[in-house]
């Protein structure tokens, strides 16, 4: 039997509980501790899970083979650099860092002690995605003409730093990189991008925006998203995809299927899949830590998305058009 890889969670929020939920699911990781500097809900996700609080971060390195950055972009630097100095692999929530000095600062770190690194761009873990992709791989739905894609809902209430945008990026960095990431990767190299944002909030910049990806293939990919909608609203995430021969639709609403409809008007659906795509890209990883190769989702690859939602975000605000004649994916 493998070994199971030991994993502590940094932040007990969110995406802290998500990737707790996540974990219990697969049979390559455990959960054995968690951090936050909230005391109180570390306890919880503890509890919940009878695994350890750590005093602290130090604390938690001598129990784990592999941590679990849930906490926000701004502040992940100094816990990359003490995990790596301690030979611990390093799993990082998306974005890769909020600045590109940032994430020089990263790529040093883990190039000087030679820890394996993954980026939680979790959308390509997502069944429903990969399905999408394996179907437009296939020619499933002939040559791709048009992606259309919505994210959004209230801004994250769970914690203030979002709405500060030095902080967090705003929607694009935060939210949008998301579509940005998946499909400058399953249907790119980008071409061309510009990107447009609104302020609906007056305590915050950009809480809504669309981005525009012209694709090497022609393809176009409509990309929005949105923190405006009031809290009580849920959250949204739909797709349709077009090609010369078929359609692809999905919604996280209602049943939740994947439809694919071809130009005789069959439909063919694909129910909802109940696997954690959270537990799926920490099995990934755990899987790299025990065979030794390098994940897909690796720092490059965080890096391009963080470079594309950077450029989005100042075309944005700078009414900019941009254009590439190299691979931007």
């Known amino acids: 039997m493998n070994k199971m890889v030991k994993f502590g969670i940094v932040g007990a929020g969110f995406i802290g509980k998500m990737h707790a939920e996540g974990i219990v699911q697969i049979k390559n990781a455990e959960l054995v501790s968690v951090y936050d500097k909230d005391m109180d809900s570390a306890n919880r996700l503890a509890e919940k899970y009878s695994i350890k609080v750590a005093r602290n971060f130090e604390d938690m390195l001598s129990m784990i083979d592999a941590v679990i950055l849930a906490i926000p972009t701004f502040v992940r630097l100094r816990y990359i650099e003490e995990a790596a100095k301690a030979g611990i692999h390093i799993f990082s929530e998306k974005p890769l860092a909020r600045t590109l000095k940032d994430a020089e600062e990263i790529r040093k770190i883990i190039e000087k002690y030679d820890v394996k690194f993954m980026v939680g761009h979790v959308v390509r873990y997502f069944k429903e995605f990969q399905k999408m992709k394996e179907l437009i791989d ?26 500060d945008f030095e902080s967090s990026g705003g929607v694009i960095l935060d939210l949008a990189i998301h579509d940005m990431d998946f499909w400058s990767w399953a249907a790119g190299p980008v071409k061309k991008l510009k990107a447009h944002s609104i302020s609906f909030s007056r305590d915050m910049k950009m809480d809504h925006c669309v981005v525009i990806m012209e694709m090497s293939n022609g393809a176009l990919a409509h990309i929005e998203g949105s923190w405006a909608y009031p809290s009580t609203h849920p959250f949204i995430f739909e797709v349709e995809v077009v090609g010369t021969r078929g359609v692809l639709r999905y919604s996280n609403l209602g049943s939740a299927s994947l439809i694919l409809s071809n130009k005789r008007g069959d439909n063919q659906i694909y129910s909802p899949m109940n696997i954690s795509p959270y537990g799926m890209e920490v099995s990934d990883f755990a899987e790299c830590i025990e065979t030794g190769r390098y994940p897909e989702l690796d720092y490059e690859e965080g890096l391009k998305a963080l470079k594309l939602a950077l450029l989005a975000v100042d075309s944005a605000k700078n009414d900019k058009i941009y254009e590439f004649g190299g691979d931007m994916r």
């Open 138 to 163: 296939k020619g499933e739905i002939g040559d791709l003409c048009m992606i259309r894609t919505f994210r959004g809902g209230s801004i994250p209430q769970w914690s203030s730093w979002f709405r």
